[in-house]
């Protein structure tokens, strides 16, 4: 309750402080991402057979939204997947944001939260937003076993495509520091990923808060497959590199292709997690001899040289929504190289 308290008084100072010369250090890392899915439990057992194996089951807790003064009920799953803090929530009874996000766009991650260390900085942050026109979608704590979540969530996901959440202080960071990064075939978050249709205006959005302009890239890609079949797809790609961990912006432009899909079905938005493997092979044939499937995949690069590299994509709808992808780079280590 006390932690509720603060909230409320942060949020009730914001108003009227002038908007900050730079970025926030905040931003420079996602501390967690807020993930809806449909059935916390199956998404669960998909990632363990994935090879991770850090997870913190919350069981059911209560969900408060301080903007409509409701009380909801879900299931809360904490998880580390290989350097991604995720929170697998999983709307039960009564209304909520989590709801109203999973009927519109079905399973998947809806925030990447950022952590203030002070109070003053989090109040200062949301009274330079509301400067820009960014206002408060819902101020959120979640009650659990081991002590109470708070989040603030900005309504930017009509323009920016997701939305911005922060959290404050030590707020829930036992249960995360809790879980290390250690996963079975040692994969390495290396990037948050998006799928959108039109670059420009998100780019004007995201500088207009004070995030860098989005760095457009036209890849040349080879031998690209698509469900197994080789398919002639084009993207174009849209970097920010403010942070510990870069974000790409996905573009389709020439179908088949699996940014495409994923806007049909669930609408623009978070598409994957990234991670960096040591061994390509290695790492398929343990996914696909369990089932998986390689949904999208190629290279990038002169073979054999550095900076080239190998891409391939797992389709994990069926596993909370958000789709995998795998990257490998050449080494000039032959130890490490790939055929």
């Not at 905040?26 to 501390?31: C, L, P, S």
């Not at 580390?80 to 929170?87: D, E, F, R, S």
């Not at 942050?125 to 509301?130: C, P, T, V």
């Not at 290695?282 to 996914?287: F, Q, R």
């Amino acid at each position: 309750m006390k932690k509720l308290v603060l909230l409320s008084y942060i949020l009730a100072l914001s108003a009227g402080h002038l908007e900050a010369t730079e970025l926030p250090g905040a931003y420079n890392e996602v501390d967690q991402v807020l993930w809806v899915v449909s059935d916390v439990e199956t998404t669960m057992v998909k990632y363990r057979e994935l090879g991770f194996d850090q997870f913190k089951d919350m069981g059911t807790v209560e969900v408060k939204s301080w903007t409509t003064e409701s009380v909801s009920m879900a299931r809360l799953v904490c998880a580390n997947l290989g350097g991604a803090h995720v929170n697998w929530i999983q709307p039960l009874e009564g209304e909520s944001i989590f709801n109203d996000f999973l009927i519109e766009h079905g399973d998947a991650a809806m925030s990447l939260v950022h952590r203030f260390s002070e109070v003053n900085d989090l109040k200062d942050e949301i009274g330079r937003l509301d400067a820009l026109g960014i206002g408060i979608l819902d101020k959120i704590s979640i009650e659990t076993s081991e002590g109470e979540l708070a989040f603030v969530l900005m309504d930017t996901e009509p323009e920016g495509k997701y939305i911005l959440g922060f959290t404050y202080a030590d707020n829930g960071l036992q249960i995360h520091t809790a879980l290390c990064d250690d996963n079975l075939l040692e994969l390495r978050l290396n990037q948050y990923a998006f799928a959108i249709r039109d670059p420009e205006p998100v780019s004007d959005y995201w500088m207009k808060i004070g995030l860098p302009e989005l760095a457009i890239n036209y890849p040349e890609l080879g031998d690209p497959m698509y469900y197994g079949k080789p398919a002639d797809h084009d993207l174009i790609q849209g970097w920010q590199r403010h942070g510990t961990i870069n974000y790409e912006w996905c573009i389709p432009v020439k179908g088949p292709i699996v940014y495409e899909d994923h806007i049909k079905l669930h609408g623009e938005g978070i598409h994957h997690l990234a991670f960096s493997v040591k061994d390509m092979d290695v790492v398929l044939e343990d996914y696909t001899s369990k089932g998986f499937v390689v949904s999208m995949g190629g290279t990038w690069g002169e073979k054999g040289k550095p900076g080239s590299g190998r891409y391939e994509y797992i389709d994990l709808e069926q596993a909370g929504g958000l789709t995998m992808e795998l990257l490998w780079n050449f080494k000039e280590n032959p130890e490490s190289a790939q055929p």
